[in-house]
């Protein structure tokens, strides 16, 4: 089954998003702004089910 470019892209831009959030975390944590780290690593946390959902629904198009 071929895959659409439009889910490519969008789970391309979720996986730069956890790259991203994830050196936030880990740059906040060095820096003990424990807030930050809480926020990053919750929108990490939200991500993944969102590339789920992405996955999902581009497999099932076809």
Known sequence: MKRSY???IYLS???LANIVFTQQVVNAFFYEQYEKV???AGLNVILFPLA???YRRERNAG
């Open 38 to 40: 809480l926020l990053f």
């Open 13 to 15: 831009l979720v996986l």
């Open 52 to 54: 789920i959902w992405i």
């Open 6 to 8: 439009r889910g490519v």
